[in-house]
């Protein structure tokens, strides 16, 4: 079975404070996928990036930054330079490749909400 | 172009009634899912529909829950005899092809739904 941590419950920074996102992984299988998503208010799930167990290398998107590690099984998202529109939950969360099936159950970590504050 | 679109936006119901939510996913994806988001127990997967394959129902919590995906594209969502504990919020997405958990999930903004 797998399982995804955000041990971060609710976070609260002040605008232009760097602050990183936790999220902590099980699964038994050697191939995956980990997923950010991000909940602003209105409450529409929003895509931000996707990584496969095979390509740790980490990846920055503007003010967004990703790290991946395999040895501690992790997969943090650092927001630098936040903003007050920065303020939403974020969700990790994993698939595995099915061979048969095909599809890509996800499954969530309990989120983690960020607060940026004037 | 047309994102998912999830009717109604918000259901309040009585203790005992049946109810349906529909989603329309983005035209085209094969790929439909089902999750509900509670404040107990955060995001969960319910069921997953790819083509004409059987759905994948291991996360129906209950019988009292079943879907149907009616020509590859509309899907409603159906409890029977609401209880309490069914009161979340029912996300719908879909993606281009399912492609073995690769792909990246189109989400819609969601049913809230209420029991009485």
């Known amino acids: 079975a797998q399982k995804v941590t955000q041990a971060q419950t609710e976070i609260s920074v002040v605008e232009k404070e760097d602050v990183t996102l936790d999220c902590v992984y099980e699964?038994?299988?050697?191939?995956?996928?980990l997923f950010w998503y991000k909940q602003p208010p209105s409450g529409e799930l929003v895509f931000l990036i996707r990584r496969n167990s095979f390509d740790e290398q980490n990846e920055i998107s503007g003010r967004y930054s990703w790290n991946f590690q395999k040895s501690t099984s992790s997969f943090n998202f650092t927001i630098t330079a936040s903003q007050v529109v920065d303020s939403a939950v974020y969700f990790c969360?994993?698939?595995?490749?099915?061979?048969?099936?095909?599809?890509?159950?996800?499954?969530f970590g309990t989120g983690t909400q960020l607060k940026v504050e004037l | 172009g047309a994102g998912v679109s999830q009717s109604p936006s918000n259901k309040v119901t009585e203790k005992g009634k049946d109810v349906e939510l529909r989603c329309d996913p983005i035209?085209?994806?094969?790929?439909l899912y089902w999750y509900r988001q509670s404040l107990g127990q955060g995001l969960e997967f319910l069921i997953y529909?790819?083509?004409?394959?059987?759905?994948?129902k291991s996360g129906l919590p209950s019988d009292r829950f079943s879907a149907e995906r009616t020509g590859g594209s509309v899907s409603t969502l159906t409890i029977q005899r609401t209880q309490q504990e069914d009161s979340a919020v029912y996300l719908c997405?879909?993606?281009?092809?399912?492609?073995?958990?690769?792909?990246?999930?189109?989400f819609g903004p969601g049913t809230r739904l209420t029991v009485l």
């Open positions: 035209s085209g994806h094969t790929a």
């Open positions: 969360a994993l698939s595995i490749y099915e061979l048969t099936g095909g599809g890509n159950k996800l499954t």
């Open positions: 997405a879909s993606s281009p092809r399912g492609d073995r958990g690769r792909e990246e999930q189109f």
């Open positions: 529909f790819q083509g004409n394959s059987a759905p994948d």
């Open positions: 699964t038994r299988d050697t191939t995956y996928y």
